[in-house]
């Protein structure tokens, strides 16, 4: 029956095995317990949608990454597709609430941890099928919204060990006054903030090239890569202490007011922005950075960009006050931050910031079979089991009547810390023997008292390995 | 910017609103867990699959129902698929076995909790994406497999608050000799299984109608179904006790080895899963039931299905030796079950299954902003966010400077059943005020002990809603 074809998982994807899908789990779910005590509650879409709900709200670049599904049945031979997998977790969410603009609140706060397609060219860290964590907020242009998802993306990344992140803050509308202020009219922006974007990683010299090839002239261009590249504090260099960061935005702020005085209502949003900041979990992290442009078209007013020193981008967002009103026909004011698990996964496990309980075995305890088992002691062996279950212990029921010591090196390949055996003797003197393979030691207990022996020990292992703060 | 373009999830597709997600991670949770605590280990597969990998792996009718992704770039005009979506879990993990032999351990047993996608007609209840819950245990012919995994089954059940299913218990080449007694060949054996399948739905004259236009004659015909028309007890019926399912299976027993004297060692093997079960979780719940086939081909051994009385299946699985064998090139023997999440959740949805708990409002709290703050009011009031954040309280902030009695309804609407207020008199006194908005009380507390007097009311709200059994 065998043949060739390959059993890896196709271009861009992984299969997560146990080890894997534990450390996932174990950020998600770190992610789900802060966006839940800010306020922000659980929604999940389609893996797919209607083609058409996706089509032309990413760029033309965007169209091409998206994986578009066959028509099915007789419809199959046209080669089309009606439908097309998620992209982002933001065009759905526009579509949600839309469809259910009645029975959601005034300001619906969502979050939506699900994976999203895009069919790039897969690259180390680039791939074809990956997780997004989204927060989004409905319904008020405050900024105390703003601060809020600052906050929250700032409360997770702690919470999941980083302390040296910074959220770089810009506004959309500063980036059009600084552009206007150096001679580049609206319609010119959008393709001059894409060169923008990458002084960081090309330097000032390539991007005036790149300007002058969209017909800058040279002055015009200098003068722009001049006004993008004074930043203050690069994410690349060190990370400074909190009062370095608050000397740098105000000294960028106060260079905003001269440089675009006519800006000062926005700078003035700004600034509220980084003041409320101060007294939330994103103090000493948010740095206003003028350079920042973020790709996505659909941004109107504040956008972030959270890095980690040496390691680019963790995440993103903004404010876009205008998508929702795509597919509801009427504007809804949105702030939103979208951070990237692959990412922080390969951060964490770059920096060893996995704890040790996340390495624990296949299972607390293995239960021997007997060699030459006959049927009551098969069936003693699974009512052990289910006592040991019954103090929640994860427990594993050898299969085969191997020799014991070929079961117990399994046990231990498998990281597994306790075995127990009920040969001849213990089961007349309703005893079990308990060997903790860890310690190399053993000892027989009680049988009725044996749950609660090995449940001692595991929580006191897990203990040592998770000390309290 | 409106279209007129439709906000509906795609047919068959279902958007879930928070509550809705609450449910369906309350009842995942339960599964992971319990799945655990038996020594399964999570695994986790792309959505899509190379569509070789797919195709031929469901029959003719399976082909037609897996939904198929257009090739990307300058391929697309061909209308060539190269990828399809999951239609199960278990093809993906026969690939996933063979691609990382030499990582797994001898005896792998997993759990994956993903949703399947199938372009069935969508109807009540039937889904084109919806999730399965599996269990498979690979590397043993042992019947304490089977045995382990009816009792997680059983566990799974019992813990979500199930008491009334009955898992009916058959094997597949108990089947072949019954149906070779009547004198069906083997080749025969599998469209007259199809047909016997429907006896519970159609009832034994369309069976035998059936049959017979299959080109049996009417005496073969009627000999087939009164082989199977047997069973003592039928799921249908009202649950009977524990006991009355022992005698059922003792009957069973000693009438199948009138029935077929030479499928003695089948039986035995029947015997010994049943006997085991009975120490168990899965005990009076296992019910020997010759008419039950399970559509598909690939099971070789033991097959089981549970039900709840006069809902149908919650799910179902069995003994599969040689399908590991299509993707390794040499068989692995395996044993699995898949709880399908959605029926589970239609049922409990009726029955009012779900805990209080799980109709919890959007947050704990609402901090209100007192109207006309200034940016130093709107800062106390982040600050006293983040002072609640810090007990775990899920703490909504209201972003705009509305009136204070519009911020409480919002907050009573939302079933936020505390509000803060901190207005001018409060600050003053470093105090604020706790409004509980279920008991219609308030209270004025120092600001430093407000965390934790919010934290003891709501936690003592949860152990009314939820007694400790």
Redesign the interface.
């Known amino acids: 029956?065998?043949?060739k074809?390959?059993?890896?998982?196709?271009s861009g994807?992984?299969?997560?095995?146990?080890g894997?899908?534990?450390r996932?789990?174990y950020v998600i779910d770190v992610v789900r317990?802060v966006y839940?005590?800010?306020?922000f509650?659980?929604?999940?879409?389609?893996?797919?949608?209607?083609i058409?709900?996706l089509l032309g709200k990413y760029g033309e670049e965007g169209n091409?990454?998206i994986?578009?599904?066959?028509k099915?049945?007789e419809h199959?031979?046209?080669?089309?597709?009606d439908?097309a997998?998620r992209y982002d977790l933001t065009v759905p969410l526009a579509?949600?609430v839309?469809?259910?603009q009645n029975?959601?609140?005034?300001?619906f706060?969502?979050y939506q941890i699900q994976?999203v397609?895009r069919?790039d060219r897969p690259a180390r860290g680039r791939f074809r099928?990956f997780y997004q964590c989204d927060i989004d907020?409905m319904?008020?242009t405050?900024p105390?919204?703003d601060?809020?998802i600052l906050?929250a993306v700032s409360?997770v990344l702690v919470t999941l060990g980083f302390d040296d992140f910074t959220i770089r803050l810009n506004h959309r509308q500063l980036l059009a006054a600084l552009l206007e202020s150096v001679g580049v009219s609206a319609a010119g922006q959008s393709d001059t903030l894409v060169a923008l974007d990458k002084l960081d990683k090309t330097g000032p010299d390539a991007v005036i090239k790149d300007l002058e090839s969209r017909g800058f002239d040279h002055e015009k261009a200098s003068r722009c890569v001049n006004m993008f590249a004074s930043d203050a504090i690069r994410t690349t260099t060190r990370l400074p202490s909190p009062s370095v960061f608050a000397a740098a935005n105000m000294s960028q702020l106060s260079r905003l007011h001269q440089d675009v005085p006519e800006a000062s209502s926005i700078l003035d949003e700004v600034q509220?922005i980084l003041?409320?900041s101060?007294?939330?979990?994103a103090a000493g992290h948010v740095l206003l950075s003028r350079s920042l442009a973020r790709g996505l078209s659909y941004y109107t007013g504040a956008i972030m960009e959270v890095g980690v020193e040496g390691i680019g981008s963790l995440g993103g967002g903004g404010r876009y006050d205008?998508l929702i009103?795509?597919?509801?026909?009427?504007d809804v004011p949105a702030c939103g931050f979208s951070l990237g698990l692959e990412r922080i996964i390969v951060v964490m496990t770059e920096r060893n910031m996995f704890k040790d309980a996340l390495s624990l075995g296949?299972?607390d305890v293995l239960v021997t079979?007997w060699p030459d088992a006959d049927?009551a002691i098969?069936?003693?062996?699974?009512?052990l089991?289910?006592e040991l279950?019954a103090v929640?212990?994860?427990?594993?029921?050898?299969?085969?009547p191997d020799k014991l010591g070929k079961q117990l090196r399994?046990a231990s390949?498998?990281d597994v810390q306790f075995a127990v055996i009920v040969g001849g003797d213990e089961r007349a003197k309703k005893a079990v023997t308990i060997k903790d393979l860890v310690a190399s030691s053993q000892e027989t207990v009680a049988r009725e008292s044996a749950p609660q022996f090995i449940r001692e020990r595991v929580d006191a292992g897990q203990r040592t390995k998770n000390p309290e703060p």
Chains 1, 2 share one sequence.
């Not at 029975?103 to 300001?107: S, T, Y």
């Open positions: 029956m065998a043949d074809q390959s059993t890896k998982p196709p994807t992984r299969d997560f095995l146990p894997d899908v534990r996932r789990e317990r839940e005590r800010y306020g509650e659980p929604l999940e879409t389609p893996a797919f949608e209607n058409d709900t091409k990454l994986f578009k599904i066959l099915r049945g199959e031979g046209t080669g089309e597709a439908l997998l579509r949600v839309a469809q259910y029975e959601l609140p005034k300001f706060k969502r994976p397609w069919a099928e907020s319904g008020s405050s105390i919204v601060v809020e906050s409360e509220a003041d409320m101060a007294d939330t979990q205008n009103g795509m597919f509801l026909g009427r296949s299972a079979m049927d098969r069936r003693d062996a699974l009512a089991a289910s279950r929640d212990l994860r427990v594993d029921v050898y299969p085969e399994y390949d498998r």
